[in-house]
């Protein structure tokens, strides 16, 4: 029972988080990866995270690559 409790204060504080770095980011007052470092999540996740929030990254391959640093970035494309 602690157990559960416990993992649903994580995921909660998670969702907190991700949810607090994607507004910043929306407002411009952070990048897309300095959001992902405070979200704690990978660049490629908050990104999945931004498409189903309907946000719209504002960056060019370039800035994304340099950004994402030494992490294994994979980028799906799709033509929906």
């Known amino acids: 029972r ?3 409790l416990l993992e649903s204060l ?4 998670r969702e907190v988080r991700i949810r607090f770095a994607l507004e910043q980011y929306e ?3 952070m990048s897309v990866g300095k959001a992902a470092e405070v ?7 908050l990104l ?8 719209t990254p504002r960056y060019s391959l370039g800035l994304l690559f340099r950004e994402s640093g030494k992490e294994s970035l994979r980028l799906q494309i799709s033509l929906r």
Do not use: D, P, W
Request: aromatic residues 4%; without cysteine.
């Open 2 to 4: 602690s157990t559960l």
């Open 39 to 45: 979200a704690e999540v990978s660049l490629a996740e």
């Open 48 to 55: 999945s995270e931004m498409r189903k929030s309907g946000i």
């Open 10 to 13: 994580k995921q909660g504080a």
């Open 27 to 29: 407002r411009g007052f």
